[in-house]
């Protein structure tokens, strides 16, 4: 299947108002191409993995919309048979429009043809099997060596959750799990994404974990690796909510029935966590936290401290930072 690909360059403050306008005109979808910093609200959103600085935003934007291409060359919007040249004077036609009144920065318009790309499945070519200390990582499309036939080895697909282990802080996580978990432990992790560090944990001995997420996508990911490493199902319970502000997903996840709690997550959201959390655990349970950029230590420590637990170690790889506490009681 190819697809026709109309490319707009815009500024930010004129990319919702050029969608609209395309939108009526049948060009749906739009893909969008920014440096906008995400804001205090998208960054909370995103409980796992960590996401990098990037560059400063410009103002500039690129919107793109894709029409399909049939056989015989020609588009079809809204039902009715068309051609690149047609679409084209229609989107420069409603864009001179638009800069009538309102600023839409240079407003060209690029048409190139593309062909057909699974967004689902196109990111495998990048994810490999690898080691986290003697564990294997590795996904479903490739095979165990001969070699790593003894090895404790977790088959992980994040498929649309993010999580495969790669990166410094989920495997700070996993050290402090490794560490910390003893037979039959209740297993909480906030962020749970694919999956990966609740699987581990049962792996490593865990009786029962319970794991949130903001992102319905980390259900499916969840079923399918607890499938793919033998987890029965009944000893992994997944709920989508924001357990820092929805009172609901509090209620379900429980109280005080914690041995460990483990979130993987920006340094800012464990702030706001911690003193909810820390409800969640048992007296004596195990907090393990991650994702934290070095210069964030301080800020997490002082949060931990503050919401009564005792911080037991900081742990670092690379830049990143782990930092386990334990709730005061026994």
Known sequence: MKWMKFKIKTVTGAEDIIISTLYDIGLEGAQIEDKVPLTAVEKEQMFVDILPEGPADDGIAYLSFFVEEKDDGSLEIMGERTDADTVLANVNRELEELRRFCDIGEGSVT??????????????QYFHQFYIDDILVIPSWEDVKAEDGDRMTLHIDPGTAFGTGMHETTQLCIRQLRKYIAPGARLLDVGTGSGILAILSLMFGAGHAVGTDLDPCAAEAV??????NGIDSSRFEMMIGNIISDKAVQDRVGYGCYDIVVANILADVLVALTPVIVEQLREGGIYITSGIIDDKEETVTEAVRAAGLEVLEVTRQGEWVSVTGRKKGR
């Open 111 to 124: 048409v190139d043809e593309t062909e057909d790309i699974d967004w689902i499945n196109n990111w495998k």
């Open 223 to 228: 079923e399918q690796n607890c499938r793919a």
